[in-house]
């Protein structure tokens, strides 16, 4: 008799029509056969999917050109279905189950005619996690097969682990004919479900991550009592050798992967990588919060990576350790046959072809890697990596960040009165939109904790379940809140960011252990002068101290903002966070 996952594998099949379905097994020595068939024989349009980049300077790496119309995520394609709308929130798109299914179906069939269709049996989380989910993801190209090799644990023990049982996380994705107006992320959150079509780009494609393990985890964790968040795990040593777990959560493209790896600028501090972008956080036997990153891989932003401000970042992408390194739209130096991108090194190539394979022209202005270029590579390539990353249980939490990109208002650090608080500077967090999705870049949205694309449920429900597992911790994490993008008067950045930002790390590890007090303002504590490390820092008194101004008449605009904002979620929006929010108000008039 077939099990749950033949018969679902046979049936998708069915529909979608491949030339063969291809069951992988996990192994390096496929790896290498699934990239060669996508140097020599696979194409996105006119071209193959990977070119093979010099193996001497950049080891086991490979070049990838995405569709021009496909480089980043796609928010308005993407939808939760549940029966009901109001489950879903006013911040999600939302579709009726059956409607969805019919829309799908429709454009599913027959569309990996002349394709592979790939099974990967994969792992989110340690096999031995008690908080690892086992998932099965189909799709018929060779880029999102080896991507997913890197970002998750692909292997054919997960076949076992499934066995007979109907409860594994599905993912159906298919490029199609990569046409944007036949394009759509949908996930079926009750059925453990996500169907993707006609994108072959990051989060729209590698269901394991933003699909799975935020939106459709975020949803199992509010049933199950535990968190599904967008959040960097670190680990920060101190001098006296102690090492003080904490997350991060910030929106796309604001700094996940480069604090995940910072190299200390503090003599004695040094940061440990545990994950870059995903955290799932469950309450341990002992009320305090634990940590894992579902994921084993970085799909990082290339452009501003170089040795200067991610040194850790080059090393694991030379490293070449586990195979392989994708770089996805970025430039090619021809001659030299290297990924290239702006911020990278002072490149006097003057053979270059930018992200679109076509010569790049310096003078015309473009540029030649796109924006939300990004590098895919093992995190155990990383030189930093914690010797914590796969422990089942994962690490304690003593502060949870938020965090983003707002060049005016928000102070360098803040840190919250209490969990309460803590949430409504979550639920209040901000930032400017970035390449990562297709929208206009710059503007500031409401993102609260970074969720706003990726929580897949009622946003107020989410501030309701934040706040009740605050009462269940005995041991509550500290919140704080940082913005390392506030500029001067010139539009300059004021805080030096990158390996200085241990700084500001090293301030919350002394508040976390109760060795420095703080002062309060309206909106939270902040560091007393004297506590917060510049030694060797060259930054004027004047210029450091805007990093904490705070001018209740620049925020009346921003309250009016974030009220409205609130105030779409309704009656589900819990009164801790409207009565915080009056507090805020009162203290800023
Ligand atoms: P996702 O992978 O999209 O979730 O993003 P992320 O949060 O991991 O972003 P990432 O670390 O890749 O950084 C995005 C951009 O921000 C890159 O261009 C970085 O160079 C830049 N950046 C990161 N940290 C800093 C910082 O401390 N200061 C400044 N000025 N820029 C930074
Ligand atoms: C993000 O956009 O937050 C990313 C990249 O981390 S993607 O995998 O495309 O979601
Ligand atoms: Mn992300």
Known sequence: ??????????????????????????????????????????????HHIFHELNHKTWPNSYWHRSHPTDVARAEHLTYVCYPDKDT???TNNWMDPKEAKALLTRLSDGCMRGRTMYVLPYMMGHPDSPYAKACVQLTDVSYVAVS????????????????????????????????????????FPDEHLVWSIGSGYGGNALLGKKCFSLRIASRLGLQEGWLAEHMVILGIEDPRGNITYVTVAMPS?????????????????????????????????????????????????????????????LRALKAGKFYPTLFTNTALDVAANEPWWEGLNDSNSKNLLDWEGKPWDKSKGAKAAHP???FTVSIY????????FDNPKGVPISAIILGGRRTHLIPLITEAFNWQHGVFLGARNSSETTAAAVHQVG????????????????????????????????????????????????GEFIWPGFGENIRVLKWIV??????????????????????????GLNIDKEKFEKLFEIKPSQWQEELQEMGSFLNQFGKRLPLEIQQEYKKLEGQLK
Not at 1 to 21: F, G, H, N, R, S
Not at 24 to 39: H, L, Q, T
């Open 1 to 46: 008799m077939a099990t749950p996952l033949e018969k679902w594998v046979e049936e998708q099949a069915k529909l979608t029509k491949p030339d063969e379905i291809y069951w992988c097994d996990g192994s390096e020595e496929e790896a290498r056969r699934i990239v060669e068939k996508g140097i020599k024989q696979e194409k996105v349009g006119e």
């Open 88 to 90: 879903a929130g006013p």
């Open 148 to 187: 997913m090799r890197i970002m998750t644990r692909v292997d054919k023990s997960v076949l076992e682990k499934i066995g007979a049982r109907d409860d594994f996380v599905r993912g159906l994705h298919s490029v199609g004919d990569l046409d944007p107006d036949k394009r759509f992320i949908m996930h």
């Open 253 to 313: 493209a604001c700094g996940k992967t480069n604090l995940a790896m910072l190299e200390s600028s503090l003599p004695g501090y040094k940061v440990w990588t545990i994950g870059d972008d995903i955290a799932w956080l469950n309450i341990g036997s002992d009320g305090r919060l634990y940590a894992i990153n579902p994921e084993t891989g970085l799909f990082g932003v290339a452009p501003g990576t170089s040795m200067k401000t991610n040194p850790n970042m």
């Open 372 to 374: 939300n270029s990004r």
């Open 381 to 388: 390539n990383s030189p930093a990596l914690s010797k914590e």
């Open 443 to 490: 503007v500031v949205r409401r993102d609260p904790m970074a969720m706003l694309p990726f929580c897949g449920y009622h946003m107020g429900d989410y501030f309701r379940h934040w706040l009740n597992i605050g009462k269940r911790l005995a041991h509550p994490p500290k919140i704080f809140s940082v913005n390392w993008f506030r500029v001067d008067d010139e």
């Open 510 to 535: 002394d508040r976390v252990n109760n060795r420095v007090g703080a002062k309060e303002t309206p909106l939270g504590l902040i560091p007393e002068l004297n506590d917060l490390d510049l030694q």
